[in-house]
Every structure is written in structure tokens, then in C-alpha cells.
């Protein structure tokens, strides 16, 4: 039995997604050397740290991981290239269960210790990784753990400093990540007591900021298996591509993780993988990179009913008897406070897509001033699905006063976002690290994919406001 295996994830941002290709970016040496052989191009392609890499790994399966991909390095670092000529449909690779680092090979005092206090297995795989790379050479995954990144190339937003924090606070990337630290904290407090307790010579004063590299290495490489999830040696060092339909599967019948091509390959070309189809915001967190285009940018807004409003507490009331039930649309009602998802709207003219819904349903609520109103809206939830002012209001001012609260919202968005843009393209500094002009053109990325979502609503919900008030 096949099962598909997504990439972990940290954080959910409610992202629905597919990508802009990275393989436009991407320089290939290769295609331009026509006249070398296929022997020639793979030995080209290859990296020559890992020539002994495959060997191993393959000594730990016990049978061959590949005959098709080589290990090289790209302009993203290392990556997998085709070393002979792959057909769409082509099995690529092969990674049975027994080569892949689970929870599982925790000591099993630690792994029960955790089980009972962490929330998810990414912390187990974690903490496991931090007892791996203790151990240096003594570790049986050392050939693995020594070819994962370094700390200084990880640019996960968890590892950025306040300065370069500062580049997206108009983002609600800011807050997740303020979120996530203050999370991995409290984990590693519960792994470095496990620690102590039950492993009290492994690691001598293991350190927050090496909780936090190993947790970004399995958040960013592990993928999801009926066992939880696994870091599957080799597959992870396949580089992500939108456009790409490959994905790893998991075979339970055959104790394998494997996958096939969606396209051609020639010698030496980079083989691709799907990560998943994730916002710049989602890849910013989860996986420490953006793309200048990201067709599945979409915008986390905030809106809450005032404490000043003097209907508070039955528009407060109302949202906990009434709530949203639609598959399609996962943003629900919860609080005074809550968060919405937008997605880029294409048309002005079209039908609004990318506006949750439930968010025009929440400007509704809000834009209410008795308490007729917020009953007659109650009978009307009833007298349907149960949801909350899911209908138009039948008179149009009422209607264009609780989309104006969107556009006014959304309206300072665009010009915190505007703010936000350019202070970094007047930042340009010739003795910036390197470090600091990856993650200045990632905050870019982010705040451009963002004012692109935030004014296509604005588009769409002015066009909306001109149609109710010059309709007869």
C-alpha cells in the first residue's frame, strides 16, 4: 500500500499551495555541455564529499538505494542530479524503513518521558538528533548528520535577531515566530530535564540554541509515516521545485519510502521533489527560504471586536452560540479576536475567493449598532445552517459599512506593509554579512507577496463598495 508523505510542518498557517517553479533560477552547467557523455556528466555532477555517502547508507538498507541519482551541489547547496537518462514514471529512488532515523531509537526511558510531555514527535526527533550529533563519529548516522546543514546556513525566521526581526514586524510571520520560540523553549526545557534524569552523561548542558537547530533540521526535513515521522537519508537532499509532481510515498507493504520522476531527466540535470505547496510566510518559518514569486502567497489579518463597543458582550454571546461549519472555508469564530486567512483575488470583477467568507461574516457582526440587529442576524443563522451572518445584509448601506471595516483594515495592511518595504530598500550597506542580505531579500519576498494579496482584496472589495452604492 502507497501512502503519500508530506513534508513536517511547524506551524499552521492555513496554507493552501502550489508554487512558482524554483528551477528558473536554477543554473544548470550541465545543459549547456552537450558533448559529454553520460559517464562524464555524473562524474561532473558529483560531490565529492559525498562519493562514500550512498555506499553507506546502502550497507545499512542491505539493498540498492539507486542506480539513477547522483549527490552534487547546486546553486542551493547540495542536491541530486540525474547520473543517466530517467523517464517520467521511473522509480528514482528506494529508502527502506530500517535507513531512516525515527523517534523510535530514542533510549527508551527519554522517549517515554517525552511521550507523555511533548505535543508532537518533532521534539522526540529532535532530541534524538541532539544525542546523534553528541556522539560525533561514534554515531552510526554520523555520514548523514555531518552532511546536514550547518547552523550558520539555516535562516529559519526562529534564528533571526530583533534588528532583522524588525525587516517583517508588519507581517504575521513576526508573531509566529515570536510564538514558536517561546514553544521551543518550553520543549527544550522538558527535553534537557529528560536529559538529566535519564541520560545524565550524554550531553553535558545541552544548549537552547542546538534544540532549536535540530528541531529546524526535522522540521524542514522530516516527512510524515504511518510511524509518525522520519528523517529519510539521501531523499531529503532533493531540492524543492512548485511545479514538480513527485513527492516521497510510502510503501507499508514493502517497508520503503520511495519515488518516481514526473518528467524527463537528462544526465546531470537536478532532480526535483514537491515539499508541499506552501506560502513564502509557511516556507520563511518552516524551511529558512522564499520565492521571489510565490503563487500561493496568501495574508493572515486580525480583527476583534472593540473593548470600547458597547454591544460587546452580545456580539461576544452570539459567537459562541453560532460558529462556521464549512469544509471549504476552515476560519471559525472563537473569540473576540480572531484570525483570518486571505488568498490573492484574481479578478476584481470576480467573485472574491481569496476573502474568507467568515471574515465578511465577522465584518458584519461588527458593523452592527443594536441589538435588533445582532437578534435579527441570530433568527437568521437559525433559520439556515446555524452560521452567523453568512447573507448579505438585504439593506445595502448596512452592507457597505461592514465591507468598508475590511477595506479600512486591510487599506493600513498596504501601507504598514509600504512602510515596512521601504526601509529595506533604503538599508543597502556595503558591509552587510551575508547572512543579513539572504534575509533581507527573503523579507522582501514576503512583504511583496503580501501587498500583492493585500491590494488584490482591496481591488476586489472597492469594486464590491462602487456596485452596492451605485446600484438603484
Given amino acids: 500500500m502507497l501512502l503519500s508523505v508530506p513534508k513536517v510542518k511547524l506551524l499552521v498557517f492555513q496554507q493552501r499551495r502550489t508554487f512558482i517553479s524554483s528551477l528558473a533560477k536554477c543554473i544548470s552547467f550541465f545543459n549547456a555541455q552537450s558533448s559529454l557523455t553520460e559517464s562524464q556528466v555524473a562524474q561532473a555532477a558529483l560531490d565529492k564529499d559525498c562519493i562514500d555517502f550512498l555506499p553507506w547508507l546502502e550497507q545499512i538498507a542491505g539493498t540498492k538505494i539507486t542506480n539513477k541519482l547522483s549527490i552534487g551541489k547546486s546553486v542551493y547547496g547540495r542536491a541530486l542530479f540525474a547520473s543517466k537518462v530517467i523517464h517520467a514514471g521511473d522509480c528514482i529512488l528506494e529508502v527502506p524503513f530500517n535507513a531512516q532515523i525515527t523517534p523510535d531509537e530514542l533510549p527508551r526511558d527519554i522517549r517515554v518521558s517525552l511521550t507523555d510531555q511533548l505535543g508532537n514527535n518533532i521534539g522526540k526527533l529532535a532530541a534524538l538528533l ?18 546536514l546543514p550547518q547552523l550558520s546556513d539555516m535562516h529559519s525566521t526562529i534564528f ?11 507581517s504575521a510571520v513576526h508573531k509566529e515566530t515570536v510564538k514558536q520560540k517561546a514553544r521551543l523553549e518550553k520543549e527544550f526545557s522538558l527535553v ?19 534544540f532549536m537547530y535540530a528541531y529546524a533540521l526535522v522540521g524542514s ?40 520522476a514526473d518528467r524527463d531527466y537528462g544526465p546531470g540535470d537536478e532532480v526535483f521533489i514537491r515539499y508541499g505547496e506552501f506560502s513564502n510566510a509557511t516556507l520563511m518559518l518552516d524551511f529558512g527560504f522564499t520565492l521571489p514569486y510565490n503563487a500561493h502567497d496568501e495574508v493572515q489579518i486580525q480583527m476583534n471586536i472593540g473593548n470600547d463597543d458597547p454591544l460587546r458582550n452580545m456580539k461576544l454571546g452570539l459567537l459562541q452560540t453560532h460558529y462556521t461549519r464549512s469544509v471549504k472555508d476552515i476560519n471559525i469564530f472563537h473569540s473576540s479576536c480572531d484570525t483570518f486567512t486571505i488568498k490573492e483575488v484574481k ?35 437559525e433559520q439556515n445552517d446555524g452560521r452567523l451572518a453568512r447573507l448579505p445584509f438585504q439593506d445595502r448601506t448596512r452592507e457597505l459599512e461592514a465591507h468598508k471595516i475590511i477595506l479600512s483594515h486591510i487599506n493600513r495592511l498596504i501601507e504598514d506593509h509600504s512602510v515596512c518595504i521601504k526601509e529595506l530598500e533604503a538599508s543597502n550597506c556595503r558591509f552587510e554579512s551575508q547572512r543579513f542580505i539572504v534575509r533581507r531579500q527573503m523579507s522582501r519576498d514576503l512583504l511583496f507577496g503580501e501587498l ?19 446600484a438603484p
Avoid at 556522539?135 to 548528520?145: A, D, E, K, L, V
Avoid at 476573502?355 to 458593523?367: D, N, V
Fill in 130 to 147: 541532539m544525542i546523534e550529533m553528541n556522539m560525533g563519529q561514534n554515531s552510526r548516522w554520523f555520514p548523514y548528520i555531518s552532511r
Fill in 347 to 381: 479578478s476584481a470583477t470576480g467573485k472574491g475567493k481569496g476573502i474568507p467568507q467568515s471574515l465578511r461574516a465577522f465584518a458584519r457582526l461588527l458593523s452592527c449598532t443594536s441589538p435588533q440587529e445582532l437578534t435579527d442576524l441570530s433568527k437568521e443563522a
Fill in 192 to 210: 534537557a530535564q529528560a536529559f538529566k534524569e535519564h541520560l545524565p552523561n550524554a550531553i553535558e548542558r545541552p544548549a537552547l540554541e542546538n
Fill in 452 to 470: 500583492r494579496v493585500l491590494r488584490s482584496a482591496a481591488e476586489w472589495l472597492n469594486h464590491y463598495c462602487i456596485n452596492l452604492f451605485s
Fill in 160 to 170: 533571526w535577531d530583533e534588528n532583522e526581526l524588525s525587516m517583517i514586524r508588519c
Fill in 221 to 260: 526535513r522530516a516527512w510524515e509515516t504511518s510511524k509518525g515521522i522520519s528523517l529519510i537519508p539521501f531523499a531529503d537532499f532533493m531540492n524543492h521545485d512548485g511545479l514538480s509532481a513527485s513527492i516521497v510515498l510510502s510503501d507499508e507493504d514493502n517497508q520503503l519510502s520511495e519515488v518516481s
